[in-house]
């Protein structure tokens, strides 16, 4: 019964996945986030079908087993748009550096002015990162590794959500610098955003997550120890 509905889970999970797809380049609207869309469209369906979510998990396994593939898969894009890299390679250090330290030290001065707990600001801080640098520097640091999680996620999701309007707000259209803007700031879900954009903007997006990622793991225990209280 299990294995049945794993495999329903599955086909369900990637015809709303291909559905929120359609309805994000069909209206073309930012509000329609394929991944906040298609993760609210799931929770509803288990609630209606009265589903625990213990039982989607091995699909949800299945699924987060392919990331691996899928993130590896970044590199070909990449290699196509290698002349960027050294085209660039300068500002795109400098860049990603200065965005990962100043999102960081924004977050932990708010943070320290709303007067939340130490382990709170700890998970907050490496937000901007992925799942398993969030949760490494969270355990370091003497953080909650769930709550580092769920900010990770949150802050992916605003910046999947705003992050492409904003840029173009302010008149950023270059690809290189909206594809490395989405991926120092909103990891992983930025990246597939800027993708949708274009192989430039992608490239560049999967290039500022990897730095972000060693950024945040270099810089975060340096500004706690300092200025974590």
């Not at 625990?52 to 699924?63: H, N, S, T």
Request: glycine fraction near 10%.
């Amino acid at each position: 019964m299990q294995a049945v509905i794993t495999v329903v889970s599955i086909l369900i999970t990637v015809g709303v996945y291909l559905f929120s797809r359609y309805l994000y380049f069909r209206y073309n609207n930012p509000l329609i986030n394929i991944v906040l869309l298609s993760t609210s469209v799931i929770i509803a369906i288990l609630i209606i079908c009265k589903l625990p979510y213990a039982a989607y998990v091995p699909a949800k396994d299945i699924m987060t087993f392919l990331l691996g593939p899928a993130t590896v898969a970044l590199s070909v894009p990449l290699y196509r748009h290698r002349h960027l890299l050294k085209q660039y390679s300068l500002a795109i250090v400098v860049g990603v550096g200065t965005g990962t330290i100043v999102s960081m030290a924004t977050v932990l001065f708010i943070t320290q002015a709303g007067g939340l707990a130490r382990d709170i600001i700890v998970s907050i801080i490496p937000k901007s990162s992925t799942i398993p640098f969030a949760v490494g520097i969270a355990q370091l640091a003497g953080g909650n590794p769930a709550l580092a999680v769920a900010f990770v996620v949150a802050t992916g999701t605003f910046g999947s959500v705003a992050g492409l309007s904003l840029l173009t707000w302010f008149k950023i259209h270059d690809p290189v610098a909206r594809g490395l803007a989405m991926g120092t700031v909103a990891h992983g879900q930025g990246t597939a955003m800027a993708l949708l954009e274009g192989e430039q903007a992608g490239s560049m997006a999967g290039v500022a997550m990897a730095l972000a990622g060693v950024f945040t793991a270099l810089a975060a225990p340096v500004l706690v120890t300092l200025f974590g209280g």
